[in-house]
């Protein structure tokens, strides 16, 4: 029925199996939007955030989606700007991935605010010192970069692309690619950074707070190389699991080794800053608040975090990634690139949940916080939302420009060598 | 009000904000205008032939 939508060249499952699939994330989608339907209606008491918790979970998973989304720019800025054609391969579903992740934050905050008619006051009554300002207005424009990223991509569906108008501004778009990576890259190393940043200028929270260079804390870099690290893992993972679900080859395997090395090396950078990070802020920022380093770690959110996030999802996945033998293995490399994004979204849980939980004031006592079935109606929706997404953009769009190559479709016995995929030089 | 921020005031921390948004918000529209103008002219070629 949808055969016409279909790039040439490639196979898809029939209908009749791709619905099912669908359904079964609209359900989810389905969940969420029933959520934030009672959220706007009744309001945050939805929610299990309160005066201690002004941030949950949302927030853990808009840090984090936006962190797993830098594989977009920074795969962008690699291939468009730095010219690593090897990662062509890849650069569409980077680029879907990475829209997914700040589409699905940008709504997930819309809800958080409580107040979305109010969401325009942060870039009209600009706080120009404030990092979470910068935050909003970057990852704003960045999800502007994205679709216009993403628009080329759309354009080249079959049938689309039969429509002059639409095939020759796709063409134009992605001539001018470059202007928009680096515009890309600028706008993501200050979101990435920011949102680092707002938590290391916490001075009344030692847990958080770091200090740093001019007027960006530690955290602020820590963030933009954490981000890095784990971006390209996230693009590879998820190329994986596609991989794995739709029973095809999608990408050469070079191009997931390249991804690991540029993950794994990025990774080691930050788990190396990280450590003297933390024993700089343990011999200096905690003694200077009057504390020591165990009062941080009380509750369910024990040292057992810390040793999670730097040793077990920090040194192991580095390692891993970092060495040929090790990544060459494709159960270890998977391995690698799912540790390596799990610190990283324990690294933004420790800075979102745990540095509120901690008691600041001498009548506050050690908090604990559980998000209830709405918020996870949310963060999941969002998830279900990206699933629906990249299903169709891999159905109706030609996602992998390898996927024709190392798939070829055979007709009467004789592979088909014309896929009749559109490539854009 | 000018540019465009209602508590505009002219000091450092408005103007390097502002105007790297600003620059960066021109390069993204630089872009996107001139492929609709390339695009445009690409439209128009047929017709004067």
Redesign the interface.
């Given at each position: 029925m949808d055969l016409a939508l279909i790039p040439n060249g490639v196979q898809r499952c029939s209908l009749k199996r791709f619905l099912p699939w669908m359904l079964l994330w609209s359900l989810v989608v389905a969940w969420g939007l029933v959520s934030a339907f009672l959220c706007f209606y009744k309001g945050l008491n939805q929610t299990n955030m309160n005066h201690y918790f002004a941030f949950g979970l949302w927030i853990t998973f808009d840090l984090s989606l936006i962190a797993l989304g830098a594989g977009a720019f920074f795969t962008g800025f690699l291939t468009h700007i730095i010219g690593k054609e090897d990662l062509k391969a890849i650069i569409n579903a980077a680029v879907v991935i990475g829209f997914i992740c700040y589409s699905a934050a940008i709504a997930m905050l819309g809800v958080d605010i409580g107040q979305p008619l109010r969401g325009w006051f942060i870039f009209?009554?600009?706080n120009?010192?404030s990092m979470l300002?910068?935050v909003s207005?970057c990852i704003t424009?960045y999800l502007?970069?994205l679709t216009?990223e993403y628009l080329p991509l759309i354009f080249s569906n079959r049938k689309l692309n039969e429509i002059?108008?639409f095939s020759?501004?796709g063409d134009?778009?992605h001539?001018?690619m470059a202007?928009?990576a680096?515009?890309g890259t600028?706008?993501s190393f200050f979101h990435q950074g920011s949102l680092g940043g707002l938590f290391g200028v916490l001075f009344a929270r030692p847990f958080a707070f770091r200090e740093g260079f001019l007027i960006w804390p530690w955290t602020f870099f820590l963030f933009i190389l954490s981000s890095i690290a784990a971006g390209p893992s996230f693009t590879l993972l998820c190329v994986w699991v596609a991989k794995k679900v739709t029973g095809k080859e999608l990408v050469k395997r070079g191009v997931f080794n390249m991804l690991a090395k540029i993950s794994g090396w990025l990774l080691t950078a930050y788990i190396i800053l990280k450590i003297l990070d933390t024993i700089s802020w343990a011999y200096g920022v905690v003694p200077r608040a009057g504390l020591s380093f165990m009062d941080f770690y009380e509750g369910p959110y024990g040292i057992w975090l810390m040793i999670a996030e730097i040793g077990i999802f920090g040194i192991i996945p580095a390692i891993i990634l970092i060495t040929p033998r090790l990544r060459e293995r494709n159960g270890l490399l998977i391995i690698g690139a799912l540790m390596n994004i799990t610190g990283i979204a324990l690294n933004r849980f420790a800075f979102t949940i745990q540095t509120l939980t901690i008691p600041v004031m001498p009548f506050d006592v050690f908090m604990s916080y559980f998000p209830t079935w709405q918020e996870w109606g949310i963060a999941l929706g969002a998830v279900g939302y990206g699933i629906l997404l990249f299903s169709l953009s891999y159905r109706y769009l030609p996602l992998f420009p390898q996927e024709a190559e190392l798939n070829p479709v055979k007709v009467l016995g004789k592979a088909v060598t014309d896929s009749g995929l559109v490539q854009r030089r | 009000m000018f540019p465009f921020v209602f508590e505009w005031t002219w000091d450092a921390g408005y103007l390097i904000f502002m105007g790297l948004l600003y620059l960066v918000l021109g390069v993204i529209a630089f872009g996107l205008i001139y492929a609709l103008v390339k695009t445009w002219l690409q439209l128009r070629a047929p017709h004067r032939k």
């Open positions: 009209w009554h600009a120009v010192h300002t910068e207005f424009a502007g970069v216009i002059r108008e020759i501004f134009n778009l001539r001018t202007v928009f680096a515009a600028f706008l | -």
